[in-house]
């Protein structure tokens, strides 16, 4: 991708209207790659935060293993099917690091 320098004239003007298309072109282009770098760790996000709140929800109950069904499920009007959703422990916790990860033996300041 070509590199925009701008003088620092057209960086205190801000008159986009005033560039030329290749600047304006590049400044465009870079906006949009940074829009997609954002939306791309938003969606992240968002993924992992469904993630813990589930998690916490098994730990919560104390279980290893969550199982939950939603039938019929749509996005924007859109059929996407039946889905399950599992989460599972990877492995068994100690009841003393247990009290540690939920803060139950945790000295209040």
Avoid at 12 to 30: Q, R
């Amino acid at each position: 991708m070509a590199k925009l320098i701008l003088t620092d004239e057209e960086k205190k003007a801000n008159l986009w209207s005033d560039l030329d298309n290749e600047s304006l072109g590049m400044i465009v282009k870079k906006t949009i790659s940074q829009i997609k770098k954002a939306s791309d760790q938003l969606n992240k996000i968002f993924i992992i935060s469904a993630g813990i709140i589930l998690c916490s929800a098994a730990a919560g109950a104390n279980a290893d293993k969550l199982t939950q069904e939603i039938d019929n499920l749509t996005s924007e009007g859109k059929p996407l099917g039946d889905w399950i959703i599992v989460v599972k422990r990877k492995k068994e916790v100690s009841s003393d690091r247990a009290k540690r990860l939920t803060g139950a033996s945790a000295k209040r300041r």
